[in-house]
């Protein structure tokens, strides 16, 4: 499928992507990003957030992790050539620290300064954790209550000493739990995934309304903390229960748009523009949907918003939070 694009002069920065290599996950690389990103949507620059790549291959196994900040510093230093087209990909760098480490952190932390230069923003160590055998953990194998540990706090200190920001990426009985975080480190700045991980599969399979209710509660709470932003984006990933995946037919964007809406609606409403930032988190939520047809689906949620409100969610709130300019 390939829809017409909606509203082609509306400039993005894409907040959320990955790059990799491997034969589980298949190939995303800067080729494959920029095809995606000139299809057509105006899309000027990306963040690339850690995906466990091309992490070094010796060396302290805390520090092994700045490889792939080496990496994706190698793409973005390509694309920002301009050889390969006008995209300014992976501007903004988040990586991997095992925020667990407590202060022992700083240095991995140091090193990843070091390997990113200006391109290295800030750090996710994903929660992601609810007590449900059907809902896997996410990709850091964290404990139960991670966000809460002093051994982390300990870490997250760190990075508000080095002027970096956090992901937050956890599934939505854990959004209290950023709250909490947040409140301890007003001054640290905090982006939530993918509008908090609204599981929908396994037990949490057909209470869509439930959770939703819940979610919303606790989106509105959290809001409420000046220093944490929202990803708008993450629905096509099949935990959020939609099943797109399934289909053998891609969905089209007034399809998208109508699963996704009561979210994307909520977030914007509780954070506001200047607190709120569309992404695309390629090429997971390729499972679901094509990119063309994801960022026709967003144009759609804000057709009626203003000119400034889109601009912010589009670009300057994720260049601003990222410290892109």
């Given at each position: 499928m390939s829809e017409p694009i909606l509203e082609p002069d509306l400039p993005i920065c894409d907040p959320h992507h990955h790059l990799w290599d491997q034969p589980d996950?298949?190939?995303y690389l800067l080729p494959e990003l920029l095809a995606d990103?000139?299809?057509g949507h105006k899309v000027l620059?990306?963040?690339f957030v850690e995906a466990l790549v091309f992490y070094r291959a010796s060396g302290p196994a805390e520090m092994r992790v700045a490889g792939?900040?080496?990496f994706v510093r190698g793409q973005a230093a390509m694309a920002a050539s301009g050889v390969y087209g006008p995209v300014l990909a992976c501007q903004g760098i988040v990586g991997f620290a095992d925020l667990s480490l407590g202060a022992a952190v700083e240095a991995v932390l140091e090193e990843h300064i070091r390997a990113g230069g200006e391109r290295f923003k800030g750090i996710r160590h994903a929660y992601a954790y609810v007590d449900d055998p059907g809902v896997r953990r996410s990709?850091?194998?964290p404990p139960a209550g991670l966000l809460g540990l002093a051994s982390f706090r300990e870490g997250f200190a760190k990075l508000g000493a080095l002027g970096l920001s956090f992901d937050a990426w956890g599934y939505h009985p854990q959004i209290p739990e950023v709250a909490s975080l947040a409140d301890a480190f007003p001054a640290v700045p905090i982006v939530l995934d993918h509008v908090g991980g609204p599981v929908g599969i396994a037990s949490y399979r057909d209470r869509r309304q439930e959770v939703f209710e819940g979610w919303r509660r606790d989106i509105r709470e959290l809001a409420k903390r000046p220093n944490v932003f929202v990803k708008l984006g993450g629905l096509g990933m099949p935990l959020?229960?939609?099943d797109l995946h399934k289909r053998a037919e891609r969905p089209g964007s007034e399809e998208?748009?109508?699963l996704w809406r009561p979210y994307i609606e909520t977030c914007i409403e509780a954070f506001g523009p200047e607190r709120g930032m569309f992404e695309s988190n390629f090429p997971v939520d390729r499972a679901?949907?094509?990119y063309v047809e994801l960022w026709n689906a967003f144009k759609r949620i804000t057709a009626g918003a203003s000119a400034s409100d889109k601009t912010l969610l589009y670009r300057d709130t994720a260049r601003r939070f990222y410290r892109l300019e």
């Open positions: 996950r298949g190939r990103a000139g299809a620059s990306t963040v792939e900040t080496e990709h850091a194998a959020c229960g939609f998208l748009a109508r679901s949907c094509d």
